[in-house]
């Protein structure tokens, strides 16, 4: 069974600098790997998916991740912070079921505070 | 995308009473979730209702505590029924996004406190 395991349960940066929210999978190349983000009293909005069309994947707000098959890893990077980036984070794997549906996975979630 | 909507976004209730949440969906899609998350946690999983088969629940959560009906193709109910302070959540509806974007969606979820 997939398992996601998101390393940091608060990331703390300033505001312009980088952000990085680590997520590892488990071993098997699961067809789907998601970042969502919920921002508060919200639902949860796709920021960006993994479908193996391309290693570097680019999401909505200037963010991006990047899958590492060696290092099983699918970290969300985002050059520089802005206020509004505030927020919690989700990784999630998706992987297709024996009858054809799906599950999903979450992490325990990364929340992440911009400092001005 | 899915555009998914859920009633009510929030309420209040005392203990064993039951409430009903619904979830409407702007197109028609044949997988459907319902998620549970308590305060400051992740996600966690309550069950599958595809439309045109019984839902399907996850270890630790049963029927008879959380009654799923999938009538059609873009609606279904959850019912949290004899509600204890345990079941203080956020409940959310999900729905995958096949055959067109085969993304995950979800609704602004329904915020339940149990008094």
């Known amino acids: 069974a997939q398992s996601v395991t998101q390393l940091g349960s608060h990331v703390s940066v300033s505001e312009g600098a980088l952000v990085l929210l680590r997520c590892n999978y488990s071993s098997s190349v699961p067809p789907y790997l998601f970042w969502y983000v919920q921002y508060p009293n919200q639902g949860l909005q796709l920021l960006l998916k993994?479908?193996?069309?391309?290693?570097l994947v680019k999401g909505i707000n200037g963010f991006e991740a990047e899958f590492k098959k060696s290092e099983t890893s699918f970290h969300l990077t985002k050059p520089s912070a802005h206020m509004s980036d505030a927020a919690e984070y989700f990784c999630?794997?998706?992987?297709?079921?024996?009858?054809?549906?799906?599950?999903?996975?979450f992490g325990a979630g990364t929340r992440l505070f911009v400092k001005a | 995308s899915a555009v998914i909507s859920q009633k009510p976004s929030r309420d209040i209730c005392q203990r064993g009473t039951s409430l009903t949440i619904q979830c409407q969906v702007d197109s028609q899609v044949t997988m459907m979730f319902w998620y549970r998350q308590q305060p400051g946690q992740s996600l966690t999983l309550i069950a599958t209702?595809?439309?045109?088969?019984?839902?399907?629940?996850e270890s630790g959560f049963v029927i008879d505590k959380f009654p799923i009906s999938r009538p059609n193709l873009t609606f279904s109910t959850l019912t949290v029924s004899n509600m204890s302070p345990e079941d203080s959540s956020i409940y959310l509806c999900s729905v995958w996004d096949r055959p067109f974007t085969d993304t995950q969606y979800f609704g602004p979820g329904t915020r339940l406190t149990v008094l």
């Open positions: 993994y479908t193996s069309a391309a290693t």
């Open positions: 209702a595809n439309q045109g088969s019984e839902a399907t629940y």
């Open positions: 999630a794997v998706s992987d297709q079921e024996d009858t054809g549906g799906f599950k999903t996975i």
